[in-house]
């Protein structure tokens, strides 16, 4: 079966490590997407990639990284720069990044625990 | 300025009732896309609808239909005779221009908690 899977569902992490959240697709998907998700709240975007070896900033990239080094693989990063890493983190594929009705597929998260 | 608003923190909604959840987007564009999506509590999401802004007609598909208001910017999502399967939150979104800096990004409401009572 087609899908996003994101790995693992539930992450714990001390203070100060980087951690490297997974997700790859089956989808033959152009596009991928990060969303950070909070307690009660809306998905914000972390970063996006439209196409293999490129990418671009969402809304609160500050203290993530990402990588798009094959099509399948859409690795986020998240460093000890990032301030409250503790989120629900969910990637997102769409076939085309140019298709308007072009519905995003999610994963079913990682829930990241940083103490 | 907030670019999905979704009023409805919380709903609830007797089973076999018909439920209404609201949303208002903004936006200058023309052309854009309306997406509705739903997130049981185990986490995923699930695409619902979606509505094109050139689209004649209210989308439908199943019991979820999409009162689209263009003038009004609003984007109401109808759930018809609710089940107690439909208790999660529900996300509208919103995709505006398809330049490549823009990347085909979603932006997301706050979501509404819909609770189905028995």
């Not at chain 1, 809306?42 to 990239?61: T, W």
């Not at chain 1, 990637?91 to 519905?103: D, M, Q």
Request: hydrophobic letters at 30%; aromatic letters at 12%.
């Amino acid at each position: 079966d087609g899908g996003i899977t994101q790995s693992p569902k539930y992450l714990f992490r001390k203070e100060g490590q980087n951690v490297t959240l997974s997700c790859e697709q089956n989808l033959n998907h152009d596009a991928m997407y990060w969303y950070r998700q909070d307690p009660g709240q809306g998905l914000r975007l972390i970063y996006y990639s439209q196409i293999v070896n490129d990418f671009q900033k969402g809304d609160i990239a500050e203290g993530y990284s990402v990588s798009r080094e094959k099509k399948e693989s859409f690795p986020l990063t998240v460093t000890s720069a990032q301030k409250n890493p503790t989120a629900f983190y969910l990637c997102a594929s769409s076939l085309h990044w140019e298709g308007r009705n072009s519905p995003l597929h999610f994963g079913n998260g990682t829930r990241l625990t940083v103490t | 300025a907030q670019k999905i608003t979704q009023t409805q923190p919380g709903m609830f909604v007797q089973e076999k009732e018909a439920v209404t959840l609201d949303c208002t987007y903004d936006t200058s564009d023309q052309s854009y896309g309306l997406f509705w999506y739903k997130q049981p509590s185990s986490g995923e999401m699930i695409f619902l609808i979606y509505q094109g802004s050139y689209d004649e007609q209210n989308a439908t598909e199943g019991r979820y239909s999409l009162n689209f208001q263009k003038a009004r910017k609003s984007a109401n999502l109808v759930i018809s005779a609710s089940q107690l399967g439909d208790s999660a939150m529900y996300f509208c979104a919103m995709r505006e221009s398809l330049s490549y800096n823009q990347g085909g990004k979603l932006i997301f409401g706050q979501g509404t908690e819909l609770s189905v009572k028995p």
